[in-house]
């Protein structure tokens, strides 16, 4: 038999070997959540024996699904994870649709419907506006699309949501939503947020759909719980769903980490991981503490500042790497100030053979913030590469000013 627990240190131990009862696993940054899960799932098959038809993983991204999907096949020691008797791996919307493709008939729908996206979805929300002589320059159909998504993520349908509206935006919302969901309806069609809010219809509504889900999925596992919304965190809970004595039906593990939270703007809610232990009363906490990405000094200060956080379940990440190089903090005068050092600081280490220009990377919040950088690199000489974005003067905006005002600033540099 294959040593499940080989490589896990002793708290991911007990988060893949606990299968009594709901386990909420927080993990801190680096803690090796992925292998427990990993671990947990295989164990689920290959100790418990559970059929792995009855197994159910959740993830945010197809990315991290197959990741999961190979690392489980490896455990299991199948070589061929895509057609390999493995549980279904997936994200939210990706388990909503497989449920709707087999459950559509009891809404309606054929199983064959279509599923729009965004730009599908805003297409048909600009064509609406127009009918309704609305100037989609002053409400764009991308406002529209993201109001009427924000009120499926809280499950609040069209009339529930006429009653709620506020905002100019939100009122012209409530006009389009019953009009979009109807003509959605007669192109056979769904949007990405509709695939998970008329699955939780399906399980609320129809007993014989809820029975046969809950029968099927006997074991559910959750990844970035603190990023889930209401819809998902509902959604979930149906699938889990409560005997008469309040026990869970399924077996039910999520992981996250409340320090962790960043899709608040999308409608995730911290709150779905705060409460876990009150909305599953029979709940077992496990801390994934260890890290393995950084050193101690790292992790100390990160700590130092995290614990500050007034909404968090309290942790202690800690690091077997060794103490690692000393933090060091600079309070700049200015952004230009903050540029400067940090140039000066690239050379001095590039200088004294500490670290080549590529071994350096800079974080920054917003885009914007790249230009003052760029300024002073290319002033000194410091070559860079913005990562995942354009420089600053090759974008669009600016190119056809960008030569004529960098030749005069700074004589030698020339884009012509």
């Keep these: 038999m294959k040593d499940f627990f080989a490589g896990l240190n002793d708290a991911q131990k007990e988060a893949v070997e ?21 671990h947990r799932i295989a164990y689920l098959v290959g100790s418990k024996k559970i059929p792995a038809s009855n197994i159910l993983a959740v993830t945010f991204t197809n990315k991290a699904a197959q990741e999961m999907r190979e690392r489980v096949a490896k455990l299991l020691g199948f070589d061929q994870p895509n057609a390999s008797p493995l549980p279904f791996l997936g994200t939210f919307h990706s388990i909503a649709n497989r449920i709707l493709r087999r459950e559509a008939d009891q ?10 996206d965004a730009a599908d979805s805003q297409a048909l929300i600009k064509k609406i506006l127009k009918g309704m002589g ?21 499950l609040v349908g069209p009339e529930q949501y006429r009653s709620l509206a506020a905002s100019r935006i939100q009122l012209v919302a409530a006009d389009i939503y019953p009009i979009y969901q109807a003509q959605l309806r007669q192109a056979k069609a769904m949007d990405f947020d509709d695939l998970i809010m008329k699955t939780v219809e399906v399980i609320q509504r129809y007993p014989e759909a809820k029975s046969r889900l809950r029968s099927r999925f006997r074991h559910i596992l959750v990844d970035e719980y603190q990023d889930t919304n209401h819809a998902q965190y509902i959604l979930v809970k149906e699938l889990v769903g ?6 869970t039906a399924a077996e039910l593990c999520v992981v996250g980490d409340a320090d962790q939270s960043i899709y608040g703007f999308r409608g995730a809610t911290i709150r779905n991981i705060l409460q876990f232990e009150l909305d599953y009363l029979d709940a077992e906490t496990i801390l994934l503490e260890q890290n393995y990405r950084s050193t101690q000094n790292i992790l100390s200060a990160a700590n130092a500042v995290i614990e500050k956080n007034q909404d968090r379940k ?25 540029a400067e050092f940090i140039s000066g600081e690239i050379k001095r280490l590039s200088a004294d053979g500490t670290s080549k220009y590529g071994d350096t990377a800079i974080f920054y919040r ?11 690199f290319m002033r000194s000489g410091l070559p860079y590469k913005v990562v995942g974005g354009v420089r600053f003067y090759e974008r669009r905006e600016i190119k ?9 600033s700074h004589g030698y540099i020339s884009y012509a």
């Design 107 to 116: 809404i309606g729908y054929t199983s064959n419907f279509l599923i729009y």
């Design 242 to 247: 409560k005997d008469e004595e309040g026990i």
């Design 400 to 408: 056809d000013r960008k030569s004529t005002r960098l030749n005069s």
């Design 134 to 154: 609305v100037d989609d320059k002053t409400i764009t159909p991308s406002g529209v699309a993201w109001a009427i998504s924000s009120a499926k993520n809280q």
């Design 366 to 376: 917003t885009n914007a913030q790249s230009r003052v950088f760029e300024e002073v």
């Design 314 to 338: 309290a942790k202690n990440l800690w690091s077997e790497a060794g103490a690692g190089a000393s933090l060091i903090g600079y309070v700049a005068e200015s952004e230009h100030d903050e």
């Design 18 to 38: 606990t299968t009594d009862g709901p386990v909420l696993m927080l993990a801190g940054a680096g803690s090796g959540k992925t292998k427990a899960l990993t």
